[in-house]
Every structure is written in structure tokens, then in C-alpha cells.
């Protein structure tokens, strides 16, 4: 074993087995590619790790009381995509509206939206499905309200505005009627996520502006 192999290999032992999933790209400039592959090879021969996906490596972690080895963690699995194919990964909009209380709909199967290209991963028996994001979410995705954007574009703008009654209707805005999102986001969202989602309106759909500036207003007359 030469001196880079063992430096991989001891950046890999570093990590307690279950708390690390890699991928070749994580020692770029380290080491010739043929020589890292043959290392992680090596590795993989000896029960040091695993391979768990396409380019995906982790410390495998062994559980008595199941008597095999644990998947891996999952999150983990997420950021190693997204470092390998340097994308970004962000929850879709079924997931967003169902946490903002938009919907009561759960997700059923492991599905991100991406900055990057579709397609659709294998890791041991989970099947992760990437989606091209909607380019309207582009100028969002490093803001605050990047998950309220996500949500309502998912709802769309004839279910963003029939999400049913609200409580908190106020009578003395009839002109609102049962479009009654803006009060939902009013009540779940903190103060910055909402200015930041009402500061860049103009990025919006012209449907989802109309909710941005209900929204501004109750804001006004809290």
C-alpha cells in the first residue's frame, strides 16, 4: 500500500462505520482516478465498505439485534448525489405543501427536485426518482421562501385558490371569498420567509402574485 492509499483509506476509517457515505469525487486531486477506484476496490474486497449505489460507497454498519447490516442513512445518500453530480436536491412541492398545511396528501415514494438533469437512482433496494425542477423555481433557490414557491407551483393556481374554508376568514374581506391560502401561509410561516416570498413577487406566476399581495395585506393589518 502506497502513501495516498493509506491517506484514502485512513480519511475513510475516520468515519465511524453507518455516518459516512462517499463517492470518488469526494478525493478529487488526491490520487490518480485508476489508483482511487483500485483502493476503493481493495476496500470493498476487505468488508471496509460498500458499494451502495452508482459511484456511492459507504462504511457499512452492522446491528446485533437485526443480526445484518443497516441501510445507510439516507440523508447521507442525498448530499453524496448531489456532491457527485454536483446538483442541488430539494424537497418536491407535495412534500413542501403538506408541511406548510396546504394539503394532506404524504408522499409515497422518494422523489427530489434537482438543479440538475432527471433521472432516476438505484440504492439497494430504494429507488430514488430525480425531477428537473421547474425553471420557474430557478431565481427561488436560494431563498428563504424557496419551499412556499415549491408548494404553490405543485398546488397550482386553480387549487391554490379553492384550498377550502379557513377559521380565521375575516368577514370584513369578502372580496377574498375561499382563496384563503394567504391566511394558511399567514399563520404557519415566520415573519422573514414571508417578506422574503412578498419582496420578490414579481418572480412569481401572475396567479401566485395575486396570493403574494393577499398576503402582504394581512401582514399590514396584523
Known amino acids: 500500500m502506497d502513501a495516498v492509499d493509506a491517506s484514502i483509506e485512513s480519511r475513510i476509517r475516520s468515519f465511524p462505520p453507518g455516518i459516512w457515505v462517499g463517492t470518488p469525487r469526494d478525493f478529487e486531486g488526491h490520487c490518480d482516478p ?8 481493495r476496500l470493498i474486497g476487505i468488508g471496509q465498505i460498500r458499494r451502495i449505489g452508482r459511484d456511492l460507497y459507504d462504511r457499512p454498519h452492522f446491528s446485533f439485534l437485526l443480526g445484518a447490516h443497516v441501510a445507510p442513512d439516507f440523508n447521507l445518500v442525498l448530499r453524496a448525489m448531489e ?11 407535495e412534500v413542501c405543501a403538506n408541511a406548510l398545511s396546504l394539503t394532506d396528501q404524504c408522499a ?10 432527471s433521472f432516476t437512482e438505484v440504492v439497494g433496494r430504494t429507488t430514488i426518482e430525480i425531477e428537473r425542477a421547474p425553471e420557474l423555481l430557478f431565481p427561488w433557490l436560494e431563498r428563504r ?3 412556499v414557491v415549491t408548494a404553490l407551483l405543485w398546488l397550482g ?14 368577514p370584513d374581506f369578502p372580496e377574498w ?17 414571508k417578506r422574503d416570498l412578498i419582496h420578490h413577487t414579481p418572480d412569481l406566476p401572475a396567479w401566485a402574485q395575486d ?5 402582504a395585506r394581512l401582514m399590514s393589518l396584523s
Not at 83 to 93: A, I, K, V
Not at 159 to 164: F, L, P, R, S, V
Open 145 to 147: 421562501a424557496l419551499p
Open 83 to 93: 456532491r457527485r453530480d454536483r446538483m442541488r436536491l430539494f424537497q418536491p412541492g
Open 108 to 117: 409515497v415514494r422518494q422523489h427530489y427536485l434537482s438543479d440538475g438533469p
Open 177 to 193: 371569498g375561499d382563496e384563503n391560502v394567504e391566511y394558511i401561509l399567514h399563520r404557519v410561516l415566520d415573519g422573514d420567509t
Open 157 to 170: 393556481p386553480a387549487i391554490a385558490e379553492d384550498i377550502g374554508a379557513d377559521p380565521d376568514y375575516d
Open 34 to 41: 485508476r489508483n482511487l477506484q483500485d483502493t476503493l476496490d
Open 211 to 215: 396570493i403574494a399581495a393577499r398576503l
